[in-house]
């Protein structure tokens, strides 16, 4: 048989699984990266990653919670299969880092140490320190080099690229890239290309994301005919700190100890924080939230940050928006006892001592729930079936997306703590599939495929390489082009979605992407060109941002961190008991009817001059019948009591529908609406 | 007029600044590319309000204009996750070998007045301007076998059960982000840059470098790497093997005891302690072998 090889493109998290379990199985491996691996944006995640544990196991939980919480996290929006086989091989994910030697904090027994984070009552989270992001990929790094060592794998670093190779058939057969010193463009065969390339951030901007979270691998393939789920599912945290450059995680924790909110009551009050006294100060969330406070939910923080600056115009500064959180009024040695390490980074990067001053903080994208769409195969017990070619496959046969670039396990709204897990298992999960794949690869192995499909897809590339050199250009700044494009997608598609405004957006950036195609290039050279590099990188951002923005649009409903304020279910408004129950009957009405409607996945599909043409697809929701999220509603209570007896009422013939309905094993063949 | 356009307009904070200079200079040393002459470029930047020399090097990129007007590619450099802790934008900023991401240019403004001086890492082959190729310090981890050799990736239950001490003493060694900062203050860590023969293939010249990298100067990094393996109760195993490789040719015996390196770890990792470790290890080893022979 013809030698085979894989292409992976990424080398975070995901990637790095990926690339050494296929190694394990003896498959030759080619791994592609903007940077040297190990700098890869793995590197950011902080808090630690959640599975199940012996200790928390004892207290009643169990893998079928972890999957509760994951899919109720994430408002029911994601295919229960892939999640529940993701926390079954949690477990043994972790017991794996522990022996690639992963330093996990540990218990003075000499067990690995857990901590609590959001969205669960158990202390499934284990951590490396405050950099359990990083030790994981060193890990997977060091494994990944041992097998470069041995030859099997062979990294492309400093390679961006280009698009995958698609035969007449419509089969991936490799891809082309650009190396990043030389500018040389190569054709790569390959029997299966995996991408794994991660977020899409810097269509915001400014985003807590890496600089190579472009979203350009993710936008290449879906240009090149990849259906993409989900795009308008973008995480935004709370509180980070405003950089020039990028914006900067604050961890929640500073709140936790009591940080307090607020902003001056006059707009951009001049005088130094600590001299505004405190009748001028505005605790809007303590004034809005009075039971909750500065630690209201996640998502209401949020969008209360992000009001009170944009619309309210309360910003403290006038040209950033900012808000303060304020810790000067808590004892320094607490500060630096239980907060020492974050405070530590705000100091690093701002040279200003938050025990002294409050710290201006603001909301930050954070992380793209969705992706290029995946297909799995549903095995008997609701779970993945074990090597089948289809999981994390995309609709073009060959080509895979693993890790963060592909939509599968975070629904709505992604859980803290769950990112690393999804992506060590996807990159695990893909290996035996795409080897099973490989064994019976229709018109034979890329190797044996003519020369001339190889040849033409790397002249295209180049041709289009050389034109961009070349040309006069319009005068357009890539640079400023970017900033324009993150502005408006930061205003318009972050925390807070209107339709008129998003439309009035969606306009503009068919403006915005049709002056990109005039960008005026400040390098022609031929060598380390890092100008025409983002150039192309930034042409490749609209179609993704139109899927997002398209995306928002057309869901006229809220869910997760998706929020309109035309389409949320408030609470109830009635004090007498009677009524209050019809309130809360009329609720659970509404709720049922939205699900009906609005429980599927975007699917956008590239058309005509790069415009998204969007699909639905329905959602194996058999393991979990979706309920109402309640936290922090008024009337919470109630809404839950009727939803119980409704529920209680209907058994088991409304779960046997449900499950009649996700019983279907592809998704893939799922109805349209 | 909205956000957008009142955002990220070269923006002065009224209150931040007051008193600064809105205008800072900056002096890059360029070279377009190896083996080609380096030159001194200077640029004018309106001062904004955080600002680092990643957002100094972004106003570079967006101009394209030196301070005396004249058009010029962007500056080249390397960078990635903005939050020291990828390694990517390391350089040398006013002389000190760091990260540019954590380089405030407040506080370098503090230290200097007049302008700000951003030069490439001096011991490794200049790519363009402010990007350096830094594969030689990944060659050493693959000479010093910095992995644990676990037997697959199959379940196979935990790791080795290890106490709180174990953990604290390997997780600051486990936090090396392969800056090369150790290795550009070092004395001994000397350059090694090779150009390409011709008619060399890709193959030929890597092992030709390869060759080369691997007699230099391992560097500190990679001796605090092999502790950091050794001290591993399945690393251990191999403990034997990253001893022949640190006592080889360009091995630790190259060290000078500067301890310079110690001075510019970014995060702060005990280097000479690693080193006085190894050092004695290593002793051990070369006599055991003595007394096996």
């Not at chain 1, 029911?76 to 996990?104: A, C, N, S, T, Y």
């Not at chain 1, 269509?203 to 190579?212: L, V």
């Amino acid at each position: 048989m013809a030698k085979q090889r894989v292409m992976i493109v990424g080398g975070g998290l995901a990637g790095l699984a990926a690339a050494m379990k296929l190694a394990e199985g003896g498959v030759e491996v080619d791994l592609m990266s903007l940077t040297p691996v190990k700098r890869s944006h793995s590197v950011c995640a902080q808090g630690g990653i959640n599975t199940v544990n012996d200790q928390t196991r004892q207290f009643g939980d169990s893998e079928w919670l972890h999957l509760d919480d994951t899919v109720y996290g994430g408002d029911f929006l994601q295919h229960q299969p892939p999640v529940k086989e993701m926390v079954e091989w949690g477990p043994k994910i972790i017991d794996l880092m522990d022996r690639l030697g992963v330093p996990f904090n540990r218990t003075s027994e000499g067990f690995r140490d857990h901590r609590r984070f959001g969205g669960t009552l158990f202390k499934r989270t284990a951590f490396a320190g405050a950099t359990t992001g990083q030790q994981l990929l060193y890990a997977l790094d060091e494994q990944v080099r041992r097998w470069e060592a041995e030859g099997r794998i062979h990294k492309y670093e400093f390679w961006d690229f280009l698009g995958p190779i698609i035969d007449d058939a419509g089969v991936c057969r490799g891809c082309v890239g650009q190396d990043l010193v030389t500018m040389e463009i190569r054709a790569f065969a390959a029997d299966a290309v995996v991408v794994a390339s991660g977020g899409c951030g810097l269509i915001y901007g400014r985003s807590t994301m890496s600089m190579a979270c472009t979203g350009s691998a993710a936008s290449r393939v879906y240009q090149a005919g990849a259906k993409y789920g989900n795009g308008e599912f973008i995480q935004v945290h709370p509180t980070a700190i405003p950089g020039a450059d990028k914006l900067r995680l604050m961890s929640e924790s500073a709140r936790g100890e009591g940080g307090r909110v607020w902003v001056p009551r006059k707009p951009h009050d001049p005088r130094p924080p600590v001299q505004i006294p405190e009748s001028e100060r505005y605790y809007f969330l303590e004034d809005r939230y009075p039971k909750y406070g500065n630690l209201v939910p996640r998502d209401i923080a949020t969008r209360e940050i992000f009001n009170v600056c944009t619309y309210e115009g309360l910003s403290v500064e006038p040209d950033r928006m900012c808000v303060y959180l304020d810790l000067t009024h808590l004892p320094r040695a607490t500060l630096d006892q239980k907060l020492g390490g974050i405070l530590e980074i705000y100091e690093k990067f701002q040279g200003v001592d938050p025990r002294e001053v409050p710290m201006k903080i603001f909301p930050a994208v954070h992380y793209s729930m969705g992706g290029l769409w995946v297909d799995y195969q549903r095995s008997a017990s609701g779970g993945l079936e074990i090597g089948s070619t289809r999981n994390q496959a995309t609709n073009i046969p060959g080509l895979y997306a693993i890790g963060e670039c592909d939509y599968q396990y975070h629904g709505a709204n992604r859980l803290g703590a769950n990112s690393l897990l999804s992506c060590i298992f996807s990159g695990l999960v893909v290996a035996p599939g795409i080897q099973n794949w490989m064994k019976s690869l229709p018109g034979g192995a890329a190797s044996e495929q003519p020369s001339s499909l190889y040849d033409r897809a790397r002249r295209k590339h180049q041709q289009t390489h050389d034109a961009l050199l070349k040309r006069a250009g319009g005068g357009e700044n890539p640079y400023l082009l970017h900033q324009e494009l993150g502005n408006l997608m930061t205003r318009s598609a972050t925390v807070v979605r209107h339709n008129s405004d998003m439309q009035e957006s969606y306009a503009r950036l068919c403006e915005l992407s049709t002056r990109a195609e005039k960008c005026s290039l400040s390098d022609t050279g031929h060598w380390t060109n890092q100008n025409v590099v983002f150039t192309k990188a930034l042409k490749d951002m609209f179609p993704l941002a139109k899927v997002i923005l398209k995306g928002a649009i057309a869901r006229d409903e809220s869910r997760g961190a998706h929020f309109k304020p035309e389409f949320c279910a408030a609470g109830l408004t009635s004090t007498a008991p009677a009524e209050r129950r019809h309130e809360a009957e009329a609720w659970c009405d509404r709720f049922e009817e939205n699900t009906r409607k609005w429980l599927k996945s975007t699917i956008a599909v590239c058309g005509e001059g790069g415009e998204p043409q969007l699909s639905y697809e329905s959602i194996d929701t058999s393991l979990i019948p979706p309920r109402p999220r309640l936290y922090g509603l008024v009337g919470g209570e109630m809404i839950e009591e009727v939803w119980k007896q409704r529920q209680a009422g209907r058994t088991p013939a409304t779960r046997d529908g449900n499950g009649t309905t996700a019983g279907k094993s592809s998704p893939a063949s799922a109805s349209a609406h | 007029m909205d956000h957008a356009a009142t955002h990220d307009a070269n923006s002065h904070s009224s209150h931040d600044h007051a008193s600064a200079a809105r205008v800072f200079a900056v002096r890059v040393l360029r070279q377009d590319g190896p083996g080609q002459p380096s030159y001194w470029e200077r640029h004018e930047i309106s001062r904004e309000s955080d600002m680092n020399v990643i957002s100094v090097l972004q106003r570079i990129a967006a101009k394209s204009k030196t301070a005396e007007g004249r058009a010029v590619p962007p500056v080249a450099w390397d960078c990635n996750c903005l939050e020291e802790v990828c390694g990517a934008c390391t350089m040398l900023v006013n002389g000190r070998v760091r990260q540019a991401c954590t380089a405030l240019v407040d506080r370098l403004l503090e230290e200097n007045p007049d302008e700000i001086e951003l030069r490439p890492m001096s011991k490794f082959p200049v790519v363009r301007d402010l990007v350096v190729n830094r594969s030689r310090l990944f060659r050493a981890l693959k000479k010093i076998k910095a992995w644990i050799p676990v037997d697959g990736y199959y379940d196979a239950g935990p790791g080795p059960r290890q106490s709180p001490d174990e953990q604290l003493q390997a997780y600051p060694l486990s936090q090396c982000m392969s800056c090369g900062c150790c290795l550009d203050a070092c004395p001994q860590y000397t350059k090694v840059e090779l150009t390409r023969r011709e008619g060399e293939s890709d193959e030929q010249f890597a092992a030709r470098e390869h060759e080369a990298f691997d007699r230099g100067f391992i560097g500190a990094h990679a001796i605090s790497q092999t502790m950091l393996f050794n001290a591993n109760p399945t690393g251990s195993m191999n403990a034997g093997e990253r001893l022949d490789a640190l006592t080889s040719e360009g091995g630790i015996q190259v060290c000078g005891n500067a301890q310079n390196c110690v001075a510019v770890c970014p995060k702060e990792i005990p280097l000479t302690t690693s080193i006085g470790r190894a050092g004695r290890a290593a002793t051990l080893h070369v006599l055991k072998q003595w007394f096996d022979k």
